[in-house]
């Protein structure tokens, strides 16, 4: 069997991989010109992502790019009142869960499908496909053309195979957030080693790491009432971007300001989450990774669900008869995972910008009980725990 996968960011190299895996051969198509480090900011990875890289053989490399451990989220209120901590997980007593910018682990797992004989093909987007006898030709804007037995969507969440696999379906929904951050080289704060720490502003929501020697990752939720164009966000010059939030971290701790004061290139996303898909496949193509299901970064997970789908993926194609089996097995034993994690992502995300003194009143006053009563590692571990069903691989381990 021959896969075309669209998309080289996360999941389609390592869908790639994983079909490899299993005596598929896989050739992914990227639209952008290659991977670069800096496409993105920061994503943590959970342990639930690292077991599928450990069993693919992609854990050594990935731990030995630029990473930060972060196997704890320390959170605190705008008063500076400490909440809770929560672990991230650790995959076994030497790795904990980790934090890198998204666009080194693309690169890394480009190189890494690259030294397995996987080519990726850069500059190619994907427009549309056709089915014929049995096989799938998919086209792309240079007016190119390639045909495999099975097309595997992994071009995250403004997907165009599944907008071609259904058109007029649904949309990205908008979650009310945007996404801001940057990096501080030299920020003068100790290192919070292993943590996360996580601020419940009086407005808005803020995150940070600071690594040996001072280098200092941030983000910040803040609310928005209405969705705004992607490209006019982009396009706010970084000083605007500091106003702002000088107003919406007014009351919240001094550090924060000087964090954001002290970067130099702010970048800005709306967040948005999948609503339920109908179906993730039809005939020859199916949909992963965020394509399929995209979650809310507010869940820290939807690198670590593409990695788990890919796995999965290639398992249920593992021999099958026809891909339609598959695939039908495969949205079987993911959706009801996926939708859980889009869903907390999305609920996660409600507390992050209040929209009035009521609401900040009675979010302070219920949080502790919340990190003492439910945010526990038990309450976690139907995240983290996950195993991949993984039957007769090479060396028969689950994953
Ligand atoms: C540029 C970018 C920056 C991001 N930054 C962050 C971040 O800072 N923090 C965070 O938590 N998450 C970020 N994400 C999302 C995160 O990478 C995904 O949630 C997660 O990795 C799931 O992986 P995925 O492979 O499903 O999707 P993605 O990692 O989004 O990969 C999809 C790939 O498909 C490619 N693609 C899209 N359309 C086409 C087409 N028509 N033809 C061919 N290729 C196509 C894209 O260029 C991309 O490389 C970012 C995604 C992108 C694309």
Redesign the pocket.
Known sequence: MEAIV???????P?TAMALERVGIRAVV????DGPADS??????LGVNGMRVLRHLDLLDPVMRADIVPTSDMVFSSWTGKRLGVVSNGWLDPKTPSITL???V??RVLAEEANARGIRIHYG????DYAEQDGRVVAR??DGSETEGDILIG????????RAAMTPGGVEPSFTGLI?L?GVVPDSRMPATTGAMHMVWGRRAFFGYTVRPGGEAWW?ANVGSDQEPDRRELAAVPSEQWKQRLRNLFLDDPDFIMELIDATQEI?A?PIHDMPSLRRWYRDGAVL?????H??S?SA?Q??S??ME?ALVLAQCLRGAAAPRCAFTRYEELRRPRTERIVATGRRRGTYKAPKSRVAVTLRDLLMPLVFRLFVTEKSMSWIHDYQVPWEESKTGEAA
């Not at 669209?6 to 389609?12: D, E, F, L, N, S």
């Not at 198509?29 to 952008?32: D, F, G, L, R, T």
């Not at 496409?39 to 943590?44: K, N, V």
Request: glycine share 24%.
């Open positions: 669209i998309g080289g960011g996360i999941g389609g390592i198509y990227e639209a952008h496409l993105g900011l920061f994503l943590g910018m998204r666009g682990l693309q190619k987007r994907f427009t792309f804007d992994a071009d995250g969440i403004r997907s165009r195979v996404n951050g983000f970048g996303h992963m990774g965020d394509a399929a995209a979650v970064p820290g939807g690198a669900m593409a789908d």
